[in-house]
T-cell receptor
Framework: GAGVSQSPRYKVAKRGQDVALRCDPISGHVSLFWYQQALGQGPEFLTYFQNEAQLDKSGLPSDRFFAERPEGSVSTLKIQRTQQEDSAVYLC??????????????FGPGTRLTVT | QQQVKQSPQSLIVQKGGIPIINCAYENTAFDYFPWYQQFPGKGPALLIAIRPDVSEKKEGRFTISFNKSAKQFSLHIMDSQPGDSATYFCAAKKVSGTYKYIFGTGTRLKVLA
């Protein structure tokens, strides 16, 4: 079946622009995660959804970052007034399990955001 | 306490060699330790994972060794091939009570033909 898909795959934004990054999780997966991966680094947790509920947003670096998953499937990560330090690959992952129950996370290919 | 330290940063081996990548953690509450493989332009993909109740796990050419007392674990790739050239990340998490993966900084492996 289809894996996690993300769009766009590449995004170039001018500093100060708003961007929206989309994640389509594996069908039926309850849990959805967003990670930020800086160049040459491992992924860093941003936020977690269980269905439509955002249970943890402790990794979001500032209030310019906002994520939603209104119907419990597709999720959007929005970054307002982008800054150069926001340049990174944004990874989405989904999992069939819920918090406290272990299931593997499956990652999408990521969106590479470059802020000029 | 949340860090996972990974080494080396990069590694070059000849085809057939056995690259070894090491990770160390601090939080003794971690109880699940996966390794991910990432090719350029792709998301990380799970290779193999271990729980701390065993000291070694093998899947195909990939082996994890786990040393609970030292809080260290390592990935060995047997009979490495050029197709194994990728970036490898270790990670750690608590299976119960949390869902966050803490990732290492990655090891870029190149296997020469």
């Amino acid at each position: 079946g289809a894996g996690v898909s993300q769009s766009p795959r590449y995004k170039v934004a001018k500093r100060g622009q708003d961007v929206a990054l989309r994640c389509d999780p594996i069908s039926g997966h309850v849990s959805l995660f967003w990670y930020q991966q800086a160049l040459g680094q491992g992924p860093e947790f941003l936020t977690y959804f269980q269905n439509e509920a955002q249970l943890d947003k402790s990794g979001l670096p500032s209030d310019r970052f906002f994520a939603e998953r209104p119907e419990g499937s597709v999720s959007t990560l929005k970054i307002q007034r982008t800054q150069q330090e926001d340049s990174a690959v944004y990874l989405c992952a989904s999992s069939g399990g819920v918090q406290g129950v272990f299931y593997e996370q499956y990652f999408g290919p990521g969106t590479r955001l470059t802020v000029t | 306490q949340q860090q996972v330290k990974q080494s080396p940063q990069s590694l070059i081996v000849q085809k057939g060699g056995i690259p070894i990548i090491n990770c160390a953690y601090e939080n003794t509450a971690f109880d699940y330790f996966p390794w991910y493989q990432q090719f350029p332009g792709k998301g990380p993909a799970l290779l193999i994972a271990i729980r701390p109740d065993v000291s070694e796990k093998k899947e195909g050419r990939f082996t994890i060794s786990f040393n609970k007392s030292a809080k260290q674990f390592s990935l060995h790739i047997m009979d490495s091939q050029p197709g194994d050239s990728a970036t490898y990340f270790c990670a750690a998490k608590k299976v119960s009570g949390t869902y966050k993966y803490i990732f290492g900084t990655g090891t870029r492996l190149k296997v020469l033909a």
